[in-house]
């Protein structure tokens, strides 16, 4: 079992920066990548940014490219979400995942909201 939790959400004026942070705990042995996801209210669950263990490889969506930077500090065992220039739309409930072998793990989330 691995367990996630994340911190660091909150409110922010459009343009403004925040920086999310995802502890990973338990049976870490084996992730494979991990990732941000997030759910605007009425909306689906869209990825955000995510990263393999392996590698180090990186993948955004295209809403925030050159915005937000993925990263991992795997001494911590933390996964982290740097975002720059936010938006109002970027306003959602944001997720860490952790994929090991065929499982995906989730954590309770955490809000952001960019509004002035």
């Known amino acids: 079992q691995v367990q996630l939790v994340e911190s660091g959400g909150g409110l922010v004026q459009p343009g403004g920066s925040l920086r999310l942070s995802c502890a990973a705990s338990g049976s870490i042995f084996g992730i494979a990548a991990m990732g941000w996801y997030r759910q605007a209210p009425g909306k689906q669950r869209e990825l955000v940014a995510s990263t393999t ?3 180090g490889s990186t993948n955004y969506a295209d809403s925030v490219k050159g915005r937000f930077t ?4 795997n001494a911590k065992n933390t996964l982290y979400l740097q975002m720059n220039s936010l938006k109002p739309e970027d306003t959602a409930v944001y997720y860490c995942n952790a994929l090991q072998k065929d499982r995906l793990y989730w ?10």
């Open 70 to 73: 993925i990263s991992r500090d």
């Open 107 to 116: 954590g309770q989330g955490t809000q952001v909201t960019v509004s002035s």
């Open 53 to 55: 263990t392996i590698g």
